[in-house]
Nanobody
Framework: QVQLVESGGGLVQPGGSLRLSCAAS????????MGWYRQAPGKQRELVAAITSGGNTNYRDSVKGRFTISKDNAKNTVYLQMNSLKPEDTAVYYC????????????????WGQGTQVTVSS
């Protein structure tokens, strides 16, 4: 099992910056990848950025050049640095982790954080 604790959300003006953090803990064998999704009211949840255990990254087009995902393996923590924020970035941001529960497992299970609100408004 993986527990994900998020922090760093808040209210920021357009053009501002926020840094989200997500710390993973619990009982698991390994984490293959971690990422950030977001969901605005009445909208579907969408991928923002993801990073694999090996450091490969993936971003949705609308945040490329503005957001940066990174990780600290020693702390089992993933970060999302968000710069040049726009009103359309307003959403609840969810951390996720894909993890093996035990050695020899063949299925990566997806876990979710509780979500943190990011509001971009003047």
């Amino acid at each position: 099992q993986v527990q994900l604790v998020e922090s760093g959300g808040g209210l920021v003006q357009p053009g501002g910056s926020l840094r989200l953090s997500c710390a993973a803990s619990g009982s698991f064998f390994s984490i293959n990848a971690m990422g950030w999704y977001r969901q605005a009211p009445g909208k579907q949840r969408e991928l923002v950025a993801a990073i694999t255990s090996g450091g490969n990254t993936n971003y949705r087009d609308s945040v490329k050049g503005r957001f940066t995902i990174s990780k600290d393996n020693a702390k089992n923590t993933v970060y999302l640095q968000m710069n040049s924020l726009k009103p359309e970035d307003t959403a609840v941001y969810y951390c996720n982790a894909d993890a093996l529960r035990y050695p020899g497992g063949t299925t990566y299970y997806r876990y979710w954080g509780q979500g943190t609100q990011v509001t971009v408004s003047s």
